[in-house]
T-cell receptor
Framework: DSGVTQTPKHLITATGQRVTLRCSPR?????VYWYQQSLDQGLQFLIQ???????AKGNILERFSAQQFPDLHSELNLSSLELGDSALYFC???????????????FGPGTRLLVL | GENVEQHPSTLSVQEGDSAVIKCTYS??????FPWYKQELGKRPQLIID?????GEKKDQRIAVTLNKTAKHFSLHITETQPEDSAVYFC??????????????FGRGTQLTVWP
């Protein structure tokens, strides 16, 4: 158990719908990262938040958005869903502070999204 | 941006043999290189990592080597066991201010260890 939690574990929805994925980082971690894993694209970085602010953006579609709340949990919103959005969505969190030698990214269990 | 390439895509070994997975990266500013093991349907799990100020790191049967000049790093698993069977991902990153930056992943290596 990495200490990172994600809900829900599974999500089945229809094209055109909107869903929200939730992530709670490890206690004390300020950074949250979202990744998408599909068979054809591998593990792709979507977006990073650090202490409530957007820090970096990857290949995230305009239909997708995210935020990090004051309690540091994060939500990834996916709208106007398409079949191709079916994938595993992982969040990860990392310890922050002083470019520490201990810093690394720990992954949550993921949310499996199936768009029908 | 960074480009990480990983080889081979599949690797089959006999139990007790060694397995080596190799990755190259393109951005000389990358300074952090983790390896993740992912079992089917599960989360990527960190198994070992190395930073650019170190050339080699070992943890029991697992070791990672880094060649900054050539921009490549490798994962070595000795005395493989059937439970080592999984997909292994290499990644590269660099520190961004006060926190670790995004990970750039290789495409993964499916390791199968036959008893």
């Amino acid at each position: 158990d990495s200490g990172v939690t994600q809900t829900p574990k599974h999500l089945i929805t229809a094209t055109g719908q909107r869903v929200t994925l939730r992530c709670s980082p490890r206690s004390g971690d300020l950074s949250v990262y979202w990744y998408q894993q599909s068979l054809d694209q591998g593990l792709q970085f979507l977006i990073q938040y650090y202490n409530g602010e957007e820090r970096a953006k990857g290949n995230i579609l305009e239909r997708f958005s995210a935020q990090q709340f004051p309690d540091l949990h994060s939500e990834l919103n996916l709208s106007s869903l398409e079949l191709g959005d079916s994938a595993l969505y992982f969040c990860a969190s990392s310890v922050a502070g002083g470019l520490g030698e201990q810093e690394t990214q720990y992954f949550g269990p993921g949310t499996r999204l199936l768009v029908l | 941006g960074e480009n990480v390439e990983q080889h081979p895509s599949t690797l089959s070994v006999q139990e007790g043999d060694s397995a080596v997975i190799k990755c190259t990266y393109s951005d000389s500013a990358s300074n952090y290189f983790p390896w993740y093991k992912q079992e089917l349907g599960k989360r990527p799990q960190l198994i070992i990592d190395i930073r650019s100020n170190v050339g080699e790191k070992k943890d029991q049967r697992i070791a990672v080597t880094l060649n900054k000049t050539a921009k490549h790093f490798s994962l070595h698993i000795t005395e493989t066991q059937p439970e080592d069977s999984a997909v292994y991902f290499c990644a590269a990153s660099k520190d961004r201010g006060s926190t670790l930056g995004r990970l750039y992943f290789g495409r993964g290596t499916q390791l199968t260890v036959w008893p």
